[in-house]
């Protein structure tokens, strides 16, 4: 286990010395949802029919912006050499680097999510399912990010290649996140959408470090 | 005594073949030097030593067991060609979290380490400030403190002043003098007594 705590404190330590690696993500997601009701309409019963989608994409986009740097620094300088020759589970250190990565721009994201919600004119109820959904969710991106991550590790520029191969990956969670939220304002029950998200939660943390792994392992070959 | 052998090993990258039929045994106290050209399959063949990649044929076998086990793991220092440094890390950072990869060490063994190769004031200074070479003296103070028996270092010399490379010739010595096993791979000149030659 201290190689878990080892590995997450080393990820959190170079991304504050290296801000811009978790900044840049955050402030597009800032950045592209604020530009939403200049572009369509100032008008809140528009933009609030139109917030779960908006803050749900923008999410989605943010996370995937960041994810080329979650293996690339630690293959560039040696690293991921290491860790996989290293005595300790290789499926440990790779979900306590996705752990890291979680904390550096799900987290951040979930934060954000209730000034946004308000500037996009979601009630207080709708404001808590969007963070549910994204507080069960992100961490789904962030595992099933790191297997792309891992698959494209030593390609040059490979940052199209890994959203055409993640983001066929993320369109259940796209799916369900928003319909939580978007049924929710109907007040509809959206029980089914969040046992979805928590059964890809437990999956995709069951599953994904194991199969990180073995992509990274076949990568570096 | 730990035993290393390899089974006539062949290594293709695309569509090169480096070698084929390879075949030596190293023993407890040996320090074996891998030489050849640029592109001839040297570091390839530590990879494989090390566990990184997978030969196309042939065997390698440590202890006489596989090399994919939890005890060969233990047993082996693998240092490529890269320093396995993150920039943003102190140095005494890097080296307690490579260490940590390894074997676990306390925090006066890094110190003492560091020392060694004359960084230990440069300690708390960030890896991306430092230079080639005294970047590649913190990735190599690890062997000061690595309790692995097999030590395979691809290219150990590079961006070395004679000074460091002399510090680095004499640990390898001592090493090998206590029953451990070296492979390396340089184009420098080795004074190294009693060392075997590859050539590939």
């Avoid at chain 1, 029919?49 to 300088?77: C, E, K, Q, R």
């Avoid at chain 2, 270092?153 to 029953?179: M, R, V, W, Y």
Wanted: one cysteine or more; hydrophobic letters at 45%; aromatic letters at 8%.
């Amino acid at each position: 286990m201290s190689i878990f705590i080892k590995t997450l404190r080393r990820g959190l330590k170079m991304a504050l010395r290296n801000p811009s690696s978790f900044l840049n993500p955050l402030l597009f997601f800032v950045i592209a949802i604020s530009l939403f009701p200049i572009a369509i309409s100032p008008e809140s019963h528009t933009l609030s029919n139109m917030a779960p989608g908006i803050i749900w994409v923008t999410a989605m986009l943010s996370v995937l912006l960041s994810l080329n740097a979650l293996f690339h620094y630690d293959y560039d300088n040696g690293v991921l050499e290491q860790m996989i020759i290293s005595h300790h589970p290789l499926p440990l250190i790779l979900l306590a680097k996705t752990t890291a990565h979680w904390i550096l721009t799900g987290l951040p994201i979930i934060l954000l999510s209730p000034l946004l919600g308000m500037a996009l004119f979601l009630d207080s109820k709708n404001i808590y399912i969007l963070i549910l959904t994204l507080f069960l969710a992100t961490p789904c991106l962030s595992l099933i990010g790191a297997i792309g991550a891992s698959l494209i590790v030593g390609i040059k520029n490979s940052g199209m290649l890994l959203s055409l191969l993640i983001l066929p990956l993320y369109i259940p969670i796209l799916i369900f996140g928003t319909s939580a939220v978007s049924q929710s304002q109907f007040n509809l029950p959206i029980d089914g959408q969040l046992y979805f998200l928590g059964s890809v939660l437990i999956l995709s943390l069951i599953t994904s470090p194991f199969v990180s792994a073995l992509a990274l392992r076949i990568s570096l070959e | 005594m730990s035993k290393l052998i390899i089974n006539d090993l062949s290594c293709q990258r695309g569509y090169n073949q480096l070698f084929t039929d390879l075949s030596f045994e190293l023993h407890a106290g040996e320090v074996l030097r891998i030489s050849g050209a640029n592109g001839s399959g040297k570091t390839s063949l530590l990879k494989m030593i090390a566990g990184l990649n997978s030969p196309e044929s042939g065997s390698i076998s440590y202890n006489e067991n596989d090399i994919k086990t939890y005890q060969y793991q233990l047993d082996t220092f693998y240092l490529g060609h890269l320093p396995a440094l993150s920039p943003e890390l102190s140095c005494i950072e890097n080296l307690e979290y490579l260490t940590q990869l390894n074997n676990q060490e306390s925090k006066s063994n890094l110190d003492g380490a560091l020392s060694k190769v004359g960084l230990n004031n440069y300690k708390n200074e960030l890896v991306g400030t430092l230079s080639a070479g005294q970047k590649r003296r913190v990735a190599l103070s690890a062997l000061f403190i690595s309790h692995s028996k097999l030590w395979l270092l691809d290219e150990p010399f590079t961006a070395l002043d004679s000074d460091g490379i002399e510090i680095i010739e004499n640990q390898i010595k001592k090493h090998c003098n206590e029953d451990g096993l070296c492979i390396l791979t340089t184009h420098q000149d080795c004074k190294i007594e009693n060392l075997r030659e590859l050539s590939l």
